[in-house]
């Protein structure tokens, strides 16, 4: 097949795709509408690559935006599916698998002492709000800027500008009401938060966070940051909720709160727990959590909710990662890569920052250091769209957008970060030469 027959191909698909599916996704994070260009179809996922419908092969640094840790086909997680697809896919009535993985987050997350299985990050995080609201008997809650916690209404407020200050909906179909109680302040702020807290903290259910921001590029919590939060939620009988439904079982066995040594009172789950099935989950303090329906008046069900799939792959995940522990080696592959990456856009003359902890990563086109989101919005996101075309030819698939951290799983070694970090040292320079 010549190169021409199989880019008409891929434009054919792509035109398919649009016909149907509102900009071609399912998802708006998977199209490249902030870097420009169509992107490929996906035929298979093997190890630490993906191979795409033309039979292109990339380095994948997105493992599905977080839940491959073990890469893609991992026989102890293939082997465990199968294993479960012949005694069904769904009962709606309990199994075993779901009491070992609740005793699973329960044993290795801080903050977690009874758990609730859902089906996705956003219902986590939706039903850890409601939570925290009955528990509380309080309605207004505070999140930061550049934190993303799902697309239930009350979260869906934009980040900077008067619209964020004035906690408008960025969402057309997103009540104002449903907005209402949301207040927003920027991330690493601590002052400020001490500030609405010492004027209005006894109004306040909750405070939500990534304690390790992965939604804005990769931006960790100035030291005492977390502490400070844990302080004025207690002092005020506010609710701490770690969303870590990116950075649980990415970071550590314990989180983000494992890391830093910081418990919230509610954590929320997603992406890993599942290894590529659909889940959440969201735990915390059992007083709170034995509120829950049917032990407690606040209500939460699912039809699909510790399926038996998803349940089967999870576990098989999370066991392999307890008997591993393949944190400090990840972090020692991301650390290398990222210092490669720094020294190729620097070399070619780009101003870059970046870091990387347990198996994420981030790299921002700014000097450093990036602290919150309207730190994030001075990088050069143009310039950013260029490499990303860049590496892609280059077989390296990067996140499509600057906002977004990247993963590593147990299936990169060294070969996949030297060939990224020769890619980085020519795409740089194609981009500052301005022949791309
Ligand atoms: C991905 C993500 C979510 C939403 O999870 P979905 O499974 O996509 O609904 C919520 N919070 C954080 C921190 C996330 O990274």
């Not at 990050?121 to 809650?141: D, P």
């Not at 505070?142 to 799902?150: Q, R, S």
């Not at 799939?309 to 650390?335: C, F, I, K, V």
């Not at 194609?430 to 022949?435: L, N």
Request: aromatic residues 8%.
């Amino acid at each position: 097949m010549t190169t021409n027959a199989s880019a008409t191909e891929l434009a054919d698909a792509w035109k398919r795709a649009h016909a149907v599916l509102p900009g071609g996704v399912n998802s708006p994070v998977r199209s490249f509408k902030s870097v420009g260009g169509d992107p490929f179809f996906v035929d298979r996922g093997e190890g630490a690559y993906l191979v795409d419908t033309q039979g292109t092969r990339y380095i994948d640094y997105i493992m599905s935006w977080g839940p491959h840790l073990l890469g893609h086909g991992h026989p102890v997680i293939d082997d465990a599916l199968r294993e479960q697809i012949g005694r069904g896919t769904s009962y709606g009535a309990p199994t075993l698998a779901e009491v070992e993985m609740a005793e699973r987050l329960v044993r290795l997350v801080p903050g977690i002492e009874m758990v609730r299985l859902v089906n996705s990050g956003t219902e986590a995080t939706m039903s850890a709000l409601r939570v925290a609201r009955g528990f509380t008997g309080r309605t207004r809650f505070l999140k930061f800027t550049g934190c993303y916690h799902g697309h239930a209404d009350p979260f869906l407020v934009a980040a900077g500008s008067g619209v964020a200050t004035l906690g408008l909906p960025n969402s057309p179909g997103v009540p104002e009401a449903a907005v209402r109680d949301t207040t927003l302040l920027p991330f690493n702020d601590l002052d400020r938060v001490r500030e609405l807290f010492a004027a209005e903290g006894d109004d306040f259910a909750a405070i939500i966070l990534e304690p390790v921001m992965g939604n804005a590029g990769m931006i960790l919590p100035e030291p005492g940051f977390l502490e400070g939060l844990r302080e004025v939620t207690e002092a005020h009988g506010a609710l701490l909720i770690f969303d870590e439904v990116m950075t649980g079982f990415r970071l550590g066995l314990g989180g983000a709160q494992g890391r830093f040594g910081v418990t919230p009172d509610l954590t929320t789950l997603g992406k890993v727990i599942g290894a590529g099935l659909p889940v959440g989950a969201f735990g915390g303090r059992r007083e709170i959590m034995s509120q829950v329906a049917p032990s407690g008046p606040i209500y939460q069900a699912g039809t699909l909710s510790g399926n038996p799939l998803a349940t089967a792959a999870g576990n098989a995940q999370l066991a392999w990662l307890e008997a591993n522990d393949p944190y400090d080696d990840l972090e020692a592959l991301g650390t290398t890569l990222v210092e490669g990456l720094l020294s190729a856009l620097r070399d070619a003359g780009m101003e870059a920052s970046g870091v990387a902890m347990g198996s994420m990563f981030g790299v921002f086109l700014h000097p450093g250091p990036v602290r919150s989101f309207e730190e994030a919005k001075e990088a050069d996101l143009e310039r950013f769209g260029r490499f990303h075309r860049a590496m892609l030819q280059r077989g390296v698939f990067l996140a499509p957008s600057p906002f977004e951290a990247g993963f590593l799983s147990v299936r990169h070694g060294p070969e996949e970060i030297d060939h990224t970090v020769r890619a980085a040292r020519e795409a740089a320079r194609e981009v500052m030469d301005g022949t791309l």
